[in-house]
C-alpha cells in the first residue's frame, strides 16, 4: 500500500533554512504530482505547494512563494521542501501528499530563537 | 484565490443522529471538491473525492454532493468513529485552499 514518510523537521531559528523529505513507497512515485500541506498547531489545513510528476511543473502558495522550493528526485522516490527565509508562522506540521489523497504522518517544524 | 467557506464551525450531535456539513466556494469548482476526516494527532483521511465519490473503506453512511460553488457532506447515521474535524478542499485551480474545517462533538 502507499507509504508516505516526512522527516527533517525540529527546531530552527528564524532567518535560517531546513530541508524536508518525504520518502515513497507501494506505489509509482514517478506517475504523480505530490504537494506538500501543513498545519499550525491547532489551526487549520494550508496548502503549500504541489510539483508534476516530472518535476517539470510547480505552484506555490503566495505564504511561501520565494522562500520555498519543492522538488523530487524520481530516481530515489523522494519529495523534497527547501524552505529557506523561515519565520515563526511556518511553524507547523508539514504533510506530503498524493494527488490521489494519501498523507504521510507528517513532520513538525518549529521556527523559534 | 478561490475562497472556501465551511458551515459551521462547530457542530454537537448525538450518536445515530443525521448531520450535514456545508462548504461554499467563492467561484465555481465544477465538481473538483474533496472531503477530509482528521483525528486529533492524526494525517487527514480522505472520504469523498470529486464532490460525490466515496474513497475505497469508506462507510456508505458517509456521502456528498454538489457542484459549481455549494457543496455538502452528510453522515446519515452517526457513529462514535465519526466524531472528528472535517475540512473540505477545493482542487479545481492552484492555490488549492482548504475550508477552515467544522469540529463534529458528542452532544
Known amino acids: 500500500q502507499v507509504q508516505l514518510v516526512e522527516s527533517g523537521g525540529g527546531v530552527v531559528q528564524p532567518g535560517r533554512s531546513l530541508r524536508l523529505s518525504c520518502a515513497a513507497s507501494?506505489?509509482?512515485?514517478?506517475?504523480?504530482?505530490m504537494h506538500w500541506v501543513r498545519q499550525a498547531p491547532g489551526k487549520g489545513l494550508e496548502w503549500v505547494a504541489v510539483?508534476?510528476?516530472?518535476?517539470?511543473?510547480?505552484y506555490y502558495a503566495d505564504s511561501v512563494k520565494g522562500r520555498f522550493t519543492i522538488s523530487r528526485d524520481n530516481s530515489k522516490n523522494t519529495l523534497y521542501l527547501q524552505m529557506n527565509s523561515l519565520r515563526a508562522e511556518d511553524s507547523a506540521v508539514y504533510y506530503c501528499?498524493?494527488?490521489?489523497?494519501?498523507w504521510g504522518q507528517g513532520t513538525l517544524v518549529t521556527v523559534s530563537s | 484565490d478561490i475562497q472556501m467557506t465551511q458551515s459551521p464551525s462547530t457542530l454537537s450531535a448525538s450518536v445515530g443522529d443525521r448531520v450535514t456539513i456545508t462548504c461554499r466556494a467563492s467561484?465555481?469548482?465544477?465538481?473538483?471538491l474533496a472531503w477530509y476526516q482528521q483525528k486529533p494527532g492524526k494525517a487527514p483521511k480522505l472520504l469523498i473525492y470529486?464532490?460525490?465519490s466515496l474513497e475505497s473503506g469508506v462507510p456508505s453512511r458517509i456521502s456528498g454532493s454538489g457542484s459549481g460553488t455549494e457543496f455538502t457532506l452528510t453522515i446519515s447515521s452517526l457513529q462514535a468513529d465519526d466524531f472528528a474535524t472535517y475540512y473540505c478542499?477545493?482542487?479545481?485551480?492552484?492555490?488549492?485552499?482548504f475550508g477552515q474545517g467544522t469540529k463534529l462533538e458528542i452532544k
Open positions: 478542499q477545493q482542487y479545481n485551480s492552484y492555490p488549492y485552499t
Open positions: 470529486e464532490a460525490s
Open positions: 510539483i508534476s510528476y516530472d518535476g517539470s511543473n510547480k
Open positions: 501528499l498524493t494527488t490521489t489523497g494519501s
Open positions: 507501494g506505489f509509482t512515485f514517478s506517475s504523480y504530482a
Open positions: 467561484q465555481s469548482i465544477r465538481n473538483w
